[in-house]
């Protein structure tokens, strides 16, 4: 029911999924009469909510008054019930991002090793391959724990969606104009070499913001403020440069003329970097799998966001998390507990 | 002297400059035998320094053991003696950043009321005009004090260069997908709140990344960590896109034949989103004016930081960032000392 175009986007997304995957099967979350039809679709069962988060619903009302809203009830059917049992491998969303967030927080908890989720998303890169970069903005404030297991979970996902075992992982930091790096980037830059060295972790090293494009790692581990600045910096540069192209190339007649000579190229150019391709960002770290499509996204870029979810589950994503995580854990030098570094101070 | 390319890039910057400005004059500062033919050039001087400063030379070379580099001395040509006479108003230099920032504080010291020099620099909006951002990355950590003081120091580099003597100011935050924002962040958005009440600021309100393309506001405020990777960010997106272009258009003969009819708005592009025309980043709070172009500048760009640092200059930026700063403390609440916030926590 969610995002800004609703079931006209997502219906269509999910029959063209159905098409593509004759293994799938969908349960579709929302208002009866909206889902009527495709109730009637092969493979495909309908669940009931009488209630919409709307996108602009602060998170209080999607976590404590809705409480049948889509959003939520969809969100349930990834829990495990007592024996271990979901309704759904993974949920989609093209909702409110701090709403979905939150009531996934809520209704699933994390997994044990986890303090908080995280949302990754991908990014095109120059090797024609993606960068995987979270946080992208549930977390500000990070410690360079949550940073470690951000790194861990992210490693998780690209070996689940990419079938990378052993993808490399980059901490983003700043250039040569740092006077100094942050504390809790160097802290965390140690834990993650420390990682490394028992094999749990294939950590290449600090990358500046550049390198998500050249896609230097496979990852680009960063607290949620630095990765939302940085997602959001590319959308305004890229909508800004496609807008620049367009009034280049419609000025005048010669222009327009060129543009028509040019087509199949910028058609090519277009397809190369379609951020579309990409939607679907996971949200990490809880005990179920939950996906969120951009609000804005089309039924092609959110049939993509269906991909990326079916092929999470079907790759043991959520097993993957909970194993690499306790596995890291369990090989990390015990860290010192606050207490401690509270008496070494006053001492 | 410094830079990727040094004085081969420097010298012609230099010459067009001169040429360009008839009232300007210019001190440079190197080693003699490369100065040699410029030393008899009108409106020239030049001031000799035996040492160099490499791009990758740490800060402590540069500041504790090169004292006769040409960076140290061109810096202390913008020092004021006891009767607050200087050399020369401004200084640029392509060199080290990390340096020119350390050097540049250690010889020149910070304004009253300024605890920490920020770098800002301007990046192309949809407008057609240039959003001016700080910090880029000289400060990480910054508190809340700190953002109000980029913003009070943007604002009046803007009103020196731009000549737009209230600019806007927008405090970069997350967006929807934010659970919640930093404190840090949200602190200072009261401070610049109070600022623009008591009418020492035209505060917008907070920004996000993509606002700065969108040329929202006329000014950027950030911590330098995320200010950093928010331009190295859009480096790296711009430079992938650069090589998408590239690869497209010379993939066939029939895409190279589009590429030739399509060159006049391919260069009209270009020239649009040139990176070189915004050459030129201040260093803001020191008492006294230094610019810093970027290490692999060409003549063109260099030249577009001496005109950057020469208008700045000629309009009284020192002056102007001075004023500024005084009046808008003056008119501030009295903000609580750290003793008293901690006396109030353990009551």
């Known amino acids: 029911m969610g995002g800004d175009h609703g079931p006209s986007v997502t219906l269509p997304a999910c029959r063209a999924f159905l098409a593509a995957h004759p293994a799938a099967e969908l349960i579709l ?10 109730a009637l679709w092969p493979r495909c069962r309908v669940v009931t909510a ?19 809203s889509s959003l939520r009830v969809a969100v349930t059917q990834v829990k495990a019930d007592a024996n ?3 309704q759904a491998q993974a949920c989609v969303s093209a909702g409110n991002t701090g709403a979905l967030m939150a009531v996934s927080r809520y209704v699933l908890k994390t997994l044990e090793g986890i ?8 990014m095109p890169n120059e090797r024609d391959g993606f960068t995987t970069v979270l946080d992208l903005g549930a977390n500000v404030d990070c410690t360079a724990e949550h940073l470690l297991q951000f790194a861990v979970m992210g490693s998780a996902l690209v070996a689940a969606i990419a079938g990378k075992e052993d993808p490399s992982v980059g901490l983003l930091n700043i250039g040569e104009e740092a006077i100094k790096g942050s504390e809790t ?7 993650l070499r420390a990682a490394a060295a028992s094999g749990h972790l294939n950590f290449h090293g600090n990358v500046e913001g550049n390198d998500i494009f050249k896609g230097t790692t496979d990852i680009v581990v960063c607290d949620g403020f630095v990765g939302n600045v940085a997602l959001k910096t590319s959308e305004g540069l890229a909508s800004m440069l496609s807008k620049f192209v367009k ?21 090519a150019l277009q397809a190369r970097v379609d951020h579309r391709r990409y939607n679907g960002a996971a949200l990490l770290g809880l005990r179920g799998l939950v996906f969120k499509s951009h609000g804005s996204a089309d039924a092609f870029a959110f049939e993509q966001a269906l991909n990326r979810a079916y092929d999470a589950a079907r790759n043991g994503l959520l097993d993957r998390v909970h194993d690499r995580i306790l596995d890291t854990l369990a090989a990390m030098p015990a860290a010192p507990k606050p207490a401690d570094s509270i008496a070494a101070d006053v001492a």
Do not use: N
């Open 29 to 38: 979350v929302g208002r009866a009469e909206v889902l009527a039809e495709a």
């Open 84 to 86: 271990g049992v979901s």
């Open 247 to 267: 009034q280049e190339f419609t000025r005048s007649i010669f222009t327009k003329l060129a543009a028509l000579m040019a087509l199949p190229v910028l058609k």
């Open 185 to 191: 980037i160097k802290q965390a830059a140690e834990l």
């Open 50 to 68: 009488s209630e919409v988060v709307e996108m602009d619903d602060p998170i209080e009302v999607a976590l404590r008054r809705k409480k049948d």
């Open 115 to 122: 303090d908080r989720p995280a949302i990754a998303t991908v």
